[in-house]
């Protein structure tokens, strides 16, 4: 499968600067949207109604309604569609706005859209969700259109939604949060190192499960180790150079966590640079290269000659690699595999003066899938996936060959 982590917003952007769109709202009823979307279309309404959220699923409806015509979500701004979806929307560049037909679509961030991420994240162990989640969304409504041939009754929007299936609101503004059942997502903790003392300047980021990447909180812990948050998601990520970077899932209901942090020393990945690299020829990669291997055979992506993705010969469809470029985060955000991996391990990766560049991170499914994300310097990403567990010895030996262009 070929992965691909740019925004591909369907609708052409404006060469000119884009105009920003309108903000006054026209209270309406949920159902009046369903039931006559063309009638709305291109206008900024403000609705509530409950919120669905599952794969291939992000969509907005109201008890009583139809259920066939269902809203498709997407949020303004530069906050990411959380499940999979047709336009690929799981990814935006961070302070950037969502941009459509030359018009550009900013959103409030503030506790109400927090609180709502948090909410339709939340997931049990089985990744089912925990929450039924209602709000009041407030954002531009654009009606599609219903093929005259079809006998589907949904609206159509190329692009958007589950095969183009709907009706889109992009999202400009979350009020009135509540959930079924209700719920305390206040969460504080401490981190402690291995001999138990406080471990004082711990970044912590607070995520939500697979989600929005812009949207994560941060703090810093004291001089007592401590640190909280509200409206919190369930993933914990810690870091310091110092200490090995760990994951922790909160579990519905937790309130208060404690981690231990491990010495990083005997896990670093120290990559030599380039100009060290014993065998320079035949390289592929960006800030990070690897050295090409007979074992894989190769394929461009997005028609750029570094952009690579590398299947082993002798199993195309057990495991790819995809070496790409400008997607990166220092620690992926990836809550759903968190929550559901069997095991997961990160480390840090530095370079020969002992500088962090980035991070390693590996997890194990209990479907025995395993998982692998590299990440350097914050943009180039060498990811790995497989269907059988064992099949990460290749992907290990070129990891190996890694060097760091200066």
């Known amino acids: 499968m070929r992965l691909s982590a740019t925004l591909t917003v369907l609708c052409a952007l404006a060469a000119a600067a884009p105009a920003l769109a309108q903000t006054a709202a026209q209270p309406v009823p949920a159902c009046d949207i369903q039931s006559d979307p063309a009638h709305f279309d291109k206008t900024v309404v403000k609705a509530r109604g409950v919120i669905h ?12 309604c139809d259920a066939a015509a269902r809203i498709w979500l997407i949020f303004g701004g530069d906050v990411a569609t959380p499940t999979e979806s047709t336009v690929n929307d799981n990814n935006r560049t961070p302070g950037t706005e969502l941009q459509v037909k030359g018009v550009r679509y900013p959103i409030a961030k503030d506790e109400s859209l927090r609180r709502l991420l948090a909410l339709l994240t939340t997931t049990a162990r089985d990744g089912e969700s925990v929450y039924e989640v209602t709000a009041t969304l407030t954002g531009t409504f654009l009606a599609g259109t219903q093929p005259p041939s079809s006998a589907d009754r949904r609206p159509y929007l190329r692009g958007y939604g589950h095969l183009g299936c709907c009706s889109l609101l992009i999202i400009s503004k979350v009020e009135n949060v509540e959930s ?28 939500t499960a697979g ?13 007592k180790g401590h640190f909280a948050f509200s409206d919190a998601g369930q993933i914990l990520h810690f870091q310091r150079d110092d200490l090995r970077p760990t994951v922790m899932v909160a579990r519905q209901g937790d309130t208060n966590v404690r981690v231990v942090l491990e010495p990083s020393d005997n896990t670093d990945w120290i990559v030599p640079a380039c100009a060290d690299a014993t065998r320079k020829e035949n390289r592929v990669g960006f800030s990070a290269k690897v050295l090409l291997s007979k074992e894989v055979e190769r394929e461009e992506t997005d028609g750029d000659p570094n952009n690579i993705m590398f299947t082993p010969a002798k199993h195309p469809l057990i495991s790819a690699i995809l070496f790409d470029h400008n997607i990166g985060s220092w620690d992926p955000i990836a809550g759903v595999e968190y929550i559901t991996a069997l095991s997961h391990q990160q480390r840090w990766i530095k ?15 209990r479907n025995g899938h395993s998982w692998r994300w590299a990440t350097f310097f914050n943009r180039d990403v060498i990811r790995y996936s497989s269907e059988e567990r064992g099949d990460d010895e290749l992907f290990s030996r070129i990891l190996k060959t890694v060097c760091i262009e200066e």
Do not use: M, Y
Request: hydrophobic content about 35%.
């Open 180 to 207: 079924s059942p209700p719920a305390d997502l206040n969460l504080s903790g401490t981190a402690v190192t291995r001999d138990g003392k406080p471990a004082k300047g711990v970044r912590v980021i607070n995520a």
């Open 351 to 365: 370079d020969a003066a002992g500088r962090v560049v980035g991070i390693d991170t590996e997890a194990a499914w």
């Open 53 to 64: 959220l599952s794969f291939e699923d992000f969509t907005f409806t109201s008890q009583g």
């Open 211 to 223: 989600c929005c990447q812009p949207q994560i909180q941060e703090a810093i812990t004291d001089e």
